[in-house]
Antibody, heavy 120, light 111 residues
Framework: EVQLVESGGGLVQPGGSLRLSCAAS????????MNWVRQAPGKGLEWLSY????????HYSDSVKGRFTISRDNVQNTLFLQMNSLRAEDTAIYYC?????????????WGQGTLVTVSS | QSALTQPASVSGSPGQSITISCTGT?????????VSWYQQQPGKAPKLIIH???DRPSGVSNRFSGSKSGNTASLTISGLRAEDEADYYC???????????FGSGTKVTVL
């Protein structure tokens, strides 16, 4: 069974940093492209970042480019999101999501999410 | 990039059918072969219910069906049940600055 378990969320002050992790199991992690998606309280889903299976290809949304860094460890089967210069509008549940290997859907599996609250 | 356009809410009585639209542009929905749909129950992560525009993953009820025409994709829920109350999001690839774009989300209420 595919499992994605996020961790690392919490309360952080504006301008601060946080590093999220997503532990993957139940599939061959190194073969899949991965993503981060977030959802602000009461709002819709927003794609943030993509990393290719071999890390050669990385994409960011304009809203986080230059502040967030995606990375992965294919030995530890873990996806990361380093978040710097955090703002109040970054408050959200952050999900890791597995990219479709067939291309027929955006994401085929999601973690349960981790809450990040940016507030003084 | 702006989200794909979905109605904010759709409601129906048990047993009825409802359709949720997802309108984009030639840079996303209209320009790519596939659209997917996700169901999100309160407090839960999104769950894939339609992929490749019309296909259902194993375990998803055949009451859910999808279609696409031009820049608009649609999700139809037939035989509406109380358990279908949730938020629904479409998702497409995008050729613009964002790799993927979601719909604005539709809250389905079973009357």
């Amino acid at each position: 069974e595919v499992q994605l378990v996020e961790s690392g969320g919490g309360l952080v002050q504006p301008g601060g940093s946080l590093r999220l992790s997503c532990a993957a199991s139940g599939f061959t992690f190194r073969s899949y492209n991965m993503n981060w998606v977030r959802q602000a309280p009461g709002k819709g889903l927003e794609w943030l970042s993509y990393i290719g299976s071999s890390t050669r290809t990385i994409h960011y949304s304009d809203s986080v480019k230059g502040r967030f860094t995606i990375s992965r460890d294919n030995v530890q089967n873990t996806l990361f999101l380093q978040m710097n210069s955090l703002r109040a509008e970054d408050t959200a549940i952050y999900y890791c999501a597995r990219d479709s290997i067939t291309g027929s859907e955006c994401f085929d599996s999601w973690g349960q999410g981790t809450l990040v609250t940016v507030s003084s | 990039q702006s989200a794909l356009t979905q109605p904010a809410s759709v409601s129906g009585s048990p047993g009825q059918s409802i359709t949720i639209s997802c309108t984009g542009t030639s840079s996303d929905v209209g320009g790519f072969k596939y659209v997917s749909w996700y169901q999100q129950q309160p407090g839960k992560a999104p769950k894939l219910i339609i992929h490749a525009v019309t296909d259902r993953p194993s375990g998803v009820s055949n009451r859910f069906s999808g279609s696409k025409s031009g820049n608009t994709a649609s999700l139809t829920i037939s035989g509406l049940r109380a358990e279908d109350e949730a938020d629904y999001y479409c998702c497409s690839y995008s050729s613009r600055s964002t790799l993927y774009v979601f719909g604005s989300g539709t809250k389905v209420t079973v009357l």
